[in-house]
């Protein structure tokens, strides 16, 4: 038996659709796979592209940034020394007011004299002298202890700020 060519044809027709239908959803795939391959392509390139240009913003605003931190330190440093210095004045403030108002030693109080005791007209002036250096200090110490208290809060301030300045 011998096949004729228009069996031949219709049987190589046959063979040819089914490898065609197996192996199209194959292409298919592969297309879709190509398309999918070039859409993450072109998102690295745009993630790339905006990595560099805020890579090239950072550096620049880094600069400023660690500028700005070394002056703030240094600012830092010289508040740190002003209230080391006020602190030490504030002591001596207080260590003169009471060495000019020496506490009570007694732990009842006197009792009072009908009569008042005149004291010498010689040590007067003496008693004005010391009462004066006495508020004098005491005034001294108030205003100092103001100043040490705004600089301790200028300092929490500053330290907050370079807190932020550090996580960056």
Known sequence: MSSTPKTL??????????????????????EDYEIRMKQLVDAQKLWYVCFISFCRVRLTCRDQDVAQHKQEMVEAETWKGRVYQLEQLLRS???????ANPP?????????????????????????????????????????????????????????????????
């Open 93 to 99: 403030s207080q260590s003169l007011l009471r060495s």
């Open 9 to 30: 044809l219709t049987s190589r027709r046959f063979k040819l659709q089914n490898q065609l239908t197996e192996v199209l959803p194959k292409v298919r795939h592969i």
């Open 104 to 168: 009570n030693t007694q732990s009842t109080p006197a009792p009072a004299q009908t009569t008042p005791v005149k004291a010498p007209q010689t040590q007067q002036p003496d008693l004005d002298h010391y009462i004066a250096i006495a508020e004098h200090a005491q005034k001294r110490a108030e205003q100092l202890e103001r100043e040490a208290l705004e600089v301790s809060c200028s300092l929490s301030l500053w330290s907050g700020h370079e807190l932020m300045l550090a996580s960056c």
